[in-house]
């Protein structure tokens, strides 16, 4: 099966900063990719939809500046979360899309840690 | 955005029972119908799906009956196995949109 990674697996930063998570597709070229949230025990919230080459759709509630995305390449997309704050503290995960419109493959997720 | 249930939210059962999962779903667009299997700190996997064209599919102890009029769908999984402990999630799909939207899991716990 098509294989994504995300990097980094685990992340602990100050509150303020921001941290950069990268998502790639390795072996097949993802022209849409997920973006993904999960507190403990809660499902995946979907936070947006990238495409490659254009802009992201935000789902709502969303702050689209306080969460950047950019979809540069058809291997990778990456999630900023700017200013972050203890209540950003989550899994993130991401998923791509395949040639089959409903396949997506996720990505092993990062654990965010804001202090 | 589509409005997704799962009931139950848990669900404790004895190894060799079967376990019944059910997601009801709004948006009578969706024709694309998984189910994620996730255990705890991984990603989702996805153990079975069906499309609208087809009522039930079935993979060896795992199967998914859908009910479009009723806007639901479920899976059963029969002689269920400590493995099979997780938290399962639905996520239907409307292709024009090309969005899942997960419903809010149900733990299986299968004790030995």
């Known amino acids: 099966g098509a294989v994504v990674s995300q990097h980094p697996s685990r992340v602990i930063c100050k509150s303020g900063t921001s941290v950069k998570i990268e998502c790639r597709s390795l072996?097949?070229?993802?022209?849409?990719m997920f973006w993904y949230r999960q507190f403990p025990k809660q499902s995946l919230m979907l936070m947006a939809t990238?495409?490659?080459?254009?802009?992201?759709?935000?789902e709502q509630g969303v702050e689209k500046d306080k969460f950047l995305i950019n979809h540069a390449s058809l291997t990778l997309s990456t999630l900023t979360v700017t200013s972050a704050h203890p209540e950003d503290s989550s899994f993130y995960i991401c998923s791509a899309g395949g040639l089959v419109i409903e396949t997506q493959y996720f990505g092993p997720g990062t654990r965010l840690l804001v202090l | 955005g589509e409005n997704v249930e799962q009931h139950p939210s848990t669900l404790s059962v004895q190894e060799g029972d079967s376990a019944v999962i059910k997601c009801t779903y709004s948006d009578s667009a969706s024709n694309y119908f998984p189910w994620y299997k996730q255990e705890l700190g991984k990603r989702p996997q996805l153990i079975i799906d069906?499309?609208?064209?087809?009522g039930e599919k079935k993979d060896q102890r795992i199967a998914v009956t859908l009910n479009k009029t009723a806007k639901h769908f479920s899976l059963h999984i029969t002689e269920t196995q400590p493995e099979d402990s997780a938290v399962y999630f639905c996520a239907p799909m409307a292709y024009n949109f090309n969005k899942f939207y997960f419903g809010s899991g149900t733990k299986l716990n299968v004790k030995p």
């Open positions: 072996d097949f070229q993802a022209t849409t």
């Open positions: 069906i499309r609208s064209n087809v």
């Open positions: 990238s495409n490659e080459g254009s802009k992201a759709t935000y």
